[in-house]
């Protein structure tokens, strides 16, 4: 699953989270790997970081509920939106939002996992201006954290030549 930026406190960008299930290989989806985009799914706290409410939680996790065949839970309100999506013929691949791959279609991507070379693009979906910019300043702000060590590193490469020179 990609998440958005800014949902980690010392990451600025997006982050791809890996959920392991040893009883999958025994089941239909064996030889599936379920691909989640959720760079969308987000609350934003402030400037700089993101989480999710209990209703995204549950709209994710009922997204995997559906690729396994189990029933969805409503307790946080999210079954409405996901109806919308899905229908009520179980799980099926919704482009910018999931995707089910199996092995042989990530041996053909040479065994990439960015959820977003398979998951795509959702219909009409462009990015906009105000995307751009928060990707923006997300970037410039690790430039800036960068650029503060970097200086750091340079001081400390130049205290320590002059101290070998001294000697």
Same mark, same amino acid.
């Given at each position: 699953?990609?998440?958005?930026?800014?949902?980690?406190?010392?990451?600025?960008?997006?982050?791809?989270?890996?959920?392991?299930?040893?009883?999958?290989?025994?089941?239909?989806?064996?030889?599936?790997?379920?691909?989640?985009?959720?760079?969308?799914?987000?609350?934003?706290?402030?400037?700089?970081?993101?989480?999710?409410?209990?209703?995204?939680? +549950?709209? #994710?996790?009922?997204?995997?509920?559906?690729?396994?065949? /189990? *029933?969805?839970?409503?307790? &946080?309100?999210? !079954?409405?939106?996901?109806?919308?999506?899905?229908?009520?013929?179980?799980?099926?691949?919704?482009?910018?939002?999931?995707?089910?791959?199996?092995?042989?279609?990530?041996?053909?991507?040479?065994?990439?996992?960015?959820?977003?070379?398979?998951?795509?693009?959702?219909?009409?979906?462009?990015?906009?201006?105000?995307?751009?910019?928060?990707?923006? +300043?997300? #970037?410039?702000?690790?430039?800036?954290?960068?650029?503060? /060590? *970097?200086?750091?590193?340079? &001081?400390?490469? !130049?205290?320590?030549?002059?101290?070998?020179?001294?000697?």
């Amino acid at each position: 699953m990609s998440t958005s930026p800014n949902m980690f406190f010392t990451v600025t960008l997006p982050v791809t989270l890996w959920f392991l299930d040893k009883g999958k290989a025994k089941g239909k989806r064996a030889d599936e790997v379920l691909f989640i985009d959720a760079r969308h799914i987000f609350r934003q706290l402030s400037r700089a970081h993101r989480d999710y409410t209990p209703e995204q939680i +549950e709209r #994710l996790a009922n997204i995997v509920r559906l690729w396994r065949g /189990e *029933a969805m839970e409503n307790e &946080a309100g999210s !079954a409405a939106e996901l109806k919308d999506h899905f229908g009520s013929g179980g799980y099926k691949d919704i482009p910018g939002l999931c995707k089910a791959v199996s092995r042989a279609g990530i041996a053909a991507q040479d065994w990439s996992l960015n959820p977003g070379r398979y998951v795509g693009v959702a219909a009409g979906e462009a990015q906009t201006d105000e995307d751009f910019c928060i990707k923006l +300043e997300g #970037l410039q702000e690790e430039l800036d954290v960068l650029n503060a /060590e *970097a200086a750091r590193l340079q &001081a400390v490469i !130049a205290q320590n030549v002059a101290e070998i020179l001294a000697a």
